[in-house]
């Protein structure tokens, strides 16, 4: 079954507010990717972080990882209509290294 | 410097029939993975292949499989295709577990 969880499934928000998704996996985790997946394209990887606690930032993007390596989230500060699109996370198991991936957060800007 | 390909970009067949995908890697890569995307969900990993091996293999059927060459690209087979086949198959390539580049991808219709 699932074992890597994204929240929200969808999200609408105005240009120019934050948006933020969350990722919950079952299981330690080694490492966690993010990417970004636009209507009718492929997934782009983002980042990595690897580390328990780590947090990188690309420009408006921030990404944590948590202290247990079980969850990581995505910050976008003041949206813009280019961030449209589908976000994933995408774990590695620390068990056995197989890479699972979230079922993804839409997220659709408002004019 | 060419990215990921894969072809072809559409395909249409029937239940029972056989299908073969292909993925050439990005230029310096050696090791590709392939996903299926199912509409609205993430890309869930069927297999990855280094050095014309199966590395490591997700929760597929053994109807798919695959095939690496000495150059690096490869093949994703589906034999006695079922509806439920028909998704969006990502091949990706990277030069570590890690960095993952994925190409266009091949959209599978099974009628």
């Known amino acids: 079954g699932q074992q890597v969880m994204q929240i929200p499934q969808y999200q609408h928000v105005q240009e120019g507010e934050d948006f933020t998704t969350y990722c919950n996996s079952s299981?330690?985790?080694?490492?966690i990717q993010w990417y970004k997946q636009r209507p009718g394209g492929h997934p782009v990887f983002l980042i990595q972080l690897v580390k328990s606690g780590e947090v990188k930032k690309q420009k408006r993007l921030t990404f944590q990882f948590g202290e247990a390596k079980k969850n990581s989230s995505l910050h976008i500060t003041a949206t813009q209509t280019t961030d449209v699109g589908t976000y994933f996370c995408a774990g590695i198991r620390n068990r056995d290294d197989k890479i699972i991936f979230g079922k993804g957060t839409r997220l659709h800007i408002l004019p | 410097d060419a990215g990921v390909t894969q072809s072809p970009t559409h395909l249409i067949k029937t239940r029972g029939q056989q299908v073969t995908l292909r993925c050439s890697p990005k230029s310096g890569h050696d090791t590709v993975s392939w996903y299926q995307q199912a509409l609205g969900q993430g890309p869930q990993f069927i297999f990855q292949y280094y050095e014309e091996e199966e590395r490591q293999r997700g929760n597929f059927p053994d109807r798919f499989s695959g095939h690496q060459f000495p150059n690096y690209s490869s093949e994703l087979n589906v034999n006695a295709l079922l509806l439920g086949d028909s998704a969006l198959y990502l091949c990706?390539?990277?030069?570590?577990?890690?960095?993952?580049?994925f190409g266009p991808g091949t959209r599978l219709t099974v009628l």
């Open positions: 299981t330690t985790l080694s490492n």
């Open positions: 990706a390539s990277s030069d570590r577990v890690d960095t993952q580049y």
